[in-house]
């Protein structure tokens, strides 16, 4: 703001056009009060004054050095180069190096420790830099990159830490680990590890989203930070290390709506086949909806083809919240009642959907069972969906007639798993959800309860259709009950019990179970006995550890006339069922890494025959595409036979080149060779509104085809569109037209949306963007709404710009989750305007968008010197903070004096300034505002 005059009285100092404003603080930080305390001198900011540079300008001063300067592939510079009598630490994990070199915020108790983290992708995880994570979490550990040595203690003195990368062993409160060198890169400025690493070394959970360059620290244990970042003076020494006007962003509530519009997601299909039987031509859709009703969040899944109006139909209402506080004093994190799945529930039950109601105050990212999750969703037709942990392929899944997806027991890793789901629409549209799940002893924290429980006619929907229209077992229709609790006893053990009552053929079964989950060093196990009130009873034991970086499980089931929705009822039950599995990475010289996967299983049942089988998988990337192979061995041997076979898959998918590849080969070596089944699919950008596809699928059994199919899409504002055809050697050709859109009504000015994105499951926030003339932060009078403003949602762009009516609808943020939305400056037409509030935290739920004004205000500029009067002597004064305090006593502004005592409050907003000394450490502290203007 050019400001026309500044006025000045010994109590306040007025900006034109002042609201009831901010206070004038001062006091020198590090030195005790004197008689001889500074005093600080404001003049008024001129366009034309030289400016210092601000703490952003020197953080993308040392952003470019790094990606300019910074050794490439791990080598060390000759001043680098350690004494010769140190023993240099070799050069590890030559996968990190600039090309994935990245700069990340930190955050801790949503306070930032730093915007400038420095850190590595590594092979879909993340490594950072150990003394960088020791500095801003105030652990006492020194790091020599040289030696690839590091020592200190955290928590408190007796808790020491000790690392030798030389040796592959690392001390961790006294008890030796190895693990795994590739988990390490070294370069000259820091021994890099990752973050599965750290989470194992110290108490801590770090989750990360690579795309929003965001870092968030999770404690498991309180670090002394904590209890001063929750203290007064803690939170001004951080602040004081903060840009000017850099705050956390105020929390916007959303509260639920007794009735809302909804959100609809929809897919249609034309489709014309000509075979030898002659031609048919066929028309299906499908309609996922979300709204909220009575103050609760629905979801609506439709069905409709040319045979039937609606042959499936599900609905649910319910809510869920992270930080669960729903149902007063259950704390429940969800709950919902309609069309629901059931949990499956180890040794006794499957997952089923149903008619029926869930409650769970467990995390909403907590593992369904001990070392495995399900997962599951809706998807629309033509859709397919991709699932990836840490970076490895482990399958794909078309879409169902049912409209959904399900991945069933996936494996879990000790540590943290990154799960991926990439889904992809029949018009090349492409997104991910990313789950970052921490697996290990401390799941239940000591005196915590939780719980969940589900009820559900089995395979019967709310409103119209069935799960199986065959009900070949009879148990369509019939009840499932389940409920599970668990609760902390100490750090390293829990209790847990459950009961279920399940259909299965001959009727209905109860069943009670109790266990313990412990941990006995680095060994974390399970212990379960489970009674079925009919008859028969079954126990398991399992343990999983981690070595060197491998991951160790073994597991093993005893049953006694037991049957269940998990052991099928048989007249040659199942008396022993045994497992183990080996998950890791290896180095392989001029290739990436390479993570693997052995599993061994072995069965008996009554009569004595034995299945054993031995399952392994080793995957790679190859020019940004995974690899995966599986090989299964089986034998199945009884006393008048046996039996060998050897069948395997192997798996593509990602981008090679330009182009995304997908392809399945599957094929068997023993009884004999013989490949079944190969697809391959593959598609590409022709430019910036046209998307092209193209594959092959052979079928070589004795009747089997092949397949050629192509493609052509593109994705428009309102809709996207696709044509594909596929020509088969069995004289079959099938042409299919794709229509996809989504739509919404944006709550502040009622406009229906039309957009080719999927909405129905994303979170959405209406933002209106004026000049606030007036200064009284409300829409009125002659504000003047600002048009081309774009917004950062947790630190991504959006491309959505305002209209002329200043207002931006924002869609495909996360949801259930905090995320941070804020206007952009550089996209404002004046250097000096700023908004107010600059950005909001939100947690955003599907089916309903929150709405927020950014009121935009002329600002201005103050700078001065601070010195310290001696007599007829005057000293410029250094670190010395200057602060604009709200009428409320709350930090407005802050910045602190350079080495010369020079001082810039830039982006001040109009308000009023005056001298306030009530706060003890400015109490004895002469504060004089010198000049006139």
């Not at 290390?241 to 519009?261: C, H, M, N, V």
């Not at 998950?583 to 392989?588: A, D, L, M, S």
């Not at 089988?613 to 995974?626: F, K, P, Q």
Request: proline share 5%.
């Amino acid at each position: 703001m050019r400001v026309n005059a500044w006025e000045f009285t010994e109590h306040r100092m007025l900006v034109q056009k002042p609201p009831p404003g901010p206070v004038f603080r001062a006091w020198q930080t590090g030195h005790p009060s004197s008689a001889d305390a500074p005093s600080v001198r404001l003049s008024a900011a001129r366009p034309q004054s030289i400016r210092r540079l601000s703490r952003k300008s020197a953080l993308i001063g040392l952003v470019a050095s790094a990606l300019f300067c910074a050794p490439a592939h791990g080598k060390t510079t000759p001043a680098d180069t350690p004494a010769p009598t140190e023993q240099p630490a070799p050069v590890i994990n030559p996968v990190a190096n600039e090309d994935n070199f990245l700069i990340l915020e930190a955050q801790l108790l949503n306070f930032t420790l730093t915007e400038g983290m420095t850190g590595y992708l590594n092979e879909g995880s993340l490594l950072l830099p150990l003394s960088e994570f020791a500095e801003i979490l105030e652990l006492a550990i020194g790091v020599s990159p040289g030696t690839g040595k590091a020592d200190g203690w955290f928590l408190s003195e007796n808790r020491l830490f000790s690392l030798d990368i030389n040796r592959g062993i690392a001390v961790i409160d006294g008890k030796t680990r190895p693990f795994n060198p590739l988990l390490i890169a070294i370069f000259s400025d820091d021994i890099y590890v990752d973050v599965r690493l750290l989470a194992d070394w110290f108490p801590i959970d770090i989750k990360f989203n690579l795309s929003n360059l965001l870092i968030r620290f999770e404690t498991r244990e309180p670090f002394p930070i904590e209890q001063q970042l929750n203290r007064k003076d803690r939170r001004t020494r951080l602040l004081s290390k903060k840009e000017a006007g850099d705050s956390r962003f105020p929390k916007l509530p959303l509260p639920y709506q007794t009735i809302s519009w909804p959100v609809s997601d929809t897919s249609m299909e034309f489709s014309f086949r000509s075979s030898d039987d002659g031609d048919v031509r066929g028309f299906s859709q499908t309609t996922f909806m979300t709204a909220e009703i009575g103050k609760l969040s629905a979801d609506l899944f439709l069905n409709a083809n040319d045979q039937s109006f609606i042959p499936q139909a599900r609905f649910k209402l319910g809510k869920k919240d992270p930080n669960a506080e729903l149902l007063g004093g259950a704390k429940a994190t969800e709950f919902a009642m309609g069309d629901i799945v059931t949990p499956s529930q180890a040794l006794v039950a499957n997952s089923n959907l149903g008619r029926g109601v869930f409650i769970s105050n467990l995390p909403l990212d907590n593992p369904s069972e001990f070392d495995r999750i399900t997962l599951d969703g809706d998807l629309p037709s033509g859709w397919e969906v991709e699932l990836y942990r840490n970076e490895v392929l482990l399958d794909f899944r078309a879409s169902r007639a049912d409209g959904r997806y399900i991945f069933e027991d996936v494996p879990l890793l000790f540590g943290v798993n990154v799960l991926r789901i990439a889904f992809f629409g029949p018009q090349g549209q492409t997104r991910d959800e990313i789950r970052q799940i921490r697996f290990g002893p401390d799941q239940t924290k000591p005196g915590e309860f939780r719980y969940r429980f589900a009820a559900n006619q089995q395979g019967r929907q709310l409103l119209v259709g069935d799960v199986d229209t065959t009900d070949e077992d009879g148990t369509q229709g019939k009840l499932n009950l389940l409920g599970e609790f668990s609760t902390g006893i100490t750090r390293n053990l829990s209790f847990i019990a459950s009961f279920a009552s399940i259909p299965l053929t001959d009727g209905h079964h109860q069943y009670l179970t109790t266990g313990a989950r412990t941990a006995i060093g680095d060994v974390y196990g399970r212990f379960d006995v489970v009674r079925d009130l009919s008859e028969g009873w079954a126990m398991q034991l399992g343990a999983q550890t981690s070595i060197a970086g491998v991951t160790a499980i073994a597991e093993h089931i005893r049953l006694f006339d037991f049957e269940s929705g998990q052991y099928a009822p048989s007249s040659d039950p199942t008396e022993h069922d045994s497992s183990g599995r080996l998950e890791g990475t290896v180095q392989v010289p001029g290739i990436a890494q390479v993570p693997y996967s052995f599993t061994a299983t072995h069965k008996q049942v009554r009569s004595g025959t034995t299945t054993s089988a031995v399952n392994n998988r080793l995957s790679t990337a190859i020019s940004g595409a995974t690899v995966t192979n599986s090989v299964k061995w089986s034998r199945t041997k009884s006393e008048t036979s046996r039996t060998t076979t050897v069948d395997g898959s192997f798996l593509v998918g990602g981008r090679i080149r330009d182009a995304r590849v997908r392809g399945q080969l599957s094929y068997a070596v023993k009884p004999e060779p013989d490949i079944s089944a190969s697809s391959l699919t593959a598609d590409w950008r022709i430019n910036k509104d046209l998307n092209a596809s193209a594959g092959v699928n052979v079928d070589f059994s004795e009747a089997g085809a092949t397949t050629l199919s192509g493609g052509i899409n593109s994705t428009f504002d309102l809709a996207a569109v696709g044509l594909n055809v596929d020509y088969s050697t069995n004289n079959d050709l099938n042409a299919r037209l794709n229509l996809s859109f989504s739509s919404a009504r944006d709550p502040r000015s009622g406009d229906l949306l039309v957009r080719a994105e999927r909405m129905a499951d994303a979170g959405s926030i209406s933002v209106r963007v004026f000049l606030d003339d007036n200064y009284n932060g409300v829409f009125d009078g002659d504000d003047r709404p600002l048009e081309g403003i774009q917004f950062k949602a947790d630190g991504t762009t959006n491309n959505t710009k305002t209209g002329k009516d200043g207002i931006a609808f924002l869609t495909g943020l996360e949801t259930y989750q905090n995320i941070d939305v804020e206007l952009i400056k550089g996209t404002m037409e004046d250097p000096y305007w700023v908004s107010q509030p600059e950005g909001v935290s939100v947690v955003l739920r599907p089916g309903i968008a929150a709405q927020v004004d950014f009121p935009v205000v002329t600002t201005g500029e103050i700078d001065g010197t601070v010195y310290q009067r001696k007599g007829e002597w005057a000293n410029e004064v250094r670190d010395v903070i200057v602060q604009l305090v709200n009428a409320d006593g709350t930090v407005a502004h802050q910045t602190e004096s350079a080495f010369d005592g020079f001082y810039l409050l830039d982006f001040v907003r109009p308000g009023t300034l005056r001298r306030d000394n009530q706060d003890e450490r400015v109490a004895s502290i002469k504060v004089r505002v010198a000049g006139s203007w």
